[in-house]
């Protein structure tokens, strides 16, 4: 049985919910992405997989807020750890108003990292149409 390949970016959608928190899974979710490594990463490259949170909201400093008072708490075989500010998990911040288009765009050039090489959470319909559109087809992490 082949292993799947992993993708080089994993964007979360940054839902507005109250109170503000996590889904369940989401915690562990973050842990074990930072623990995976690509296969066919660069030279000098530690071959992790980028995290990016994306947002169109009109509120992107308080968007920012709340990932850094959000805390992750330690993933479950480091029970002894220290809750960590969200925002750490992340490298990529999108975060302001327009679309997810500009969003994954702008992940592009920054990174580098292809549209097919980049998967993204969401439960809104019509980012799964705009982000199509980029020659990539969204899939739920």
């Known amino acids: 049985m082949s292993k799947a390949r992993l993708p080089k970016l994993i964007a979360f959608d940054l839902e507005h919910n ?45 968007a920012n807020q709340c990932l850094n008072l959000l805390l ?5 075989s480091q029970s002894r750890g220290l809750p960590a500010a969200a925002i750490t998990f992340f490298d990529e911040l999108e975060i302001y108003p327009g679309s997810k288009l500009t969003h994954f765009r702008r992940l592009n050039q920054k990174t580098g990292i292809d549209y097919e090489d980049m998967k ?17 087809n969204p899939e739920g992490v």
Request: overall charge negative; some cysteine.
């Open 72 to 76: 992750v708490p330690p993933s479950a």
């Open 18 to 62: 109250e109170p503000i928190s996590f889904y369940k899974d989401v915690p562990e979710i973050l842990h074990k992405i930072r623990e995976w490594r690509i296969d066919d990463a660069p030279d000098g490259s530690d071959g992790k997989i980028l995290i990016a949170a994306c947002s169109r909201t009109d509120a992107p400093r308080l």
């Open 120 to 136: 993204w959470g969401s439960r809104e319909v019509r980012s799964d149409l705009y982000t199509r559109s980029l020659g990539f």
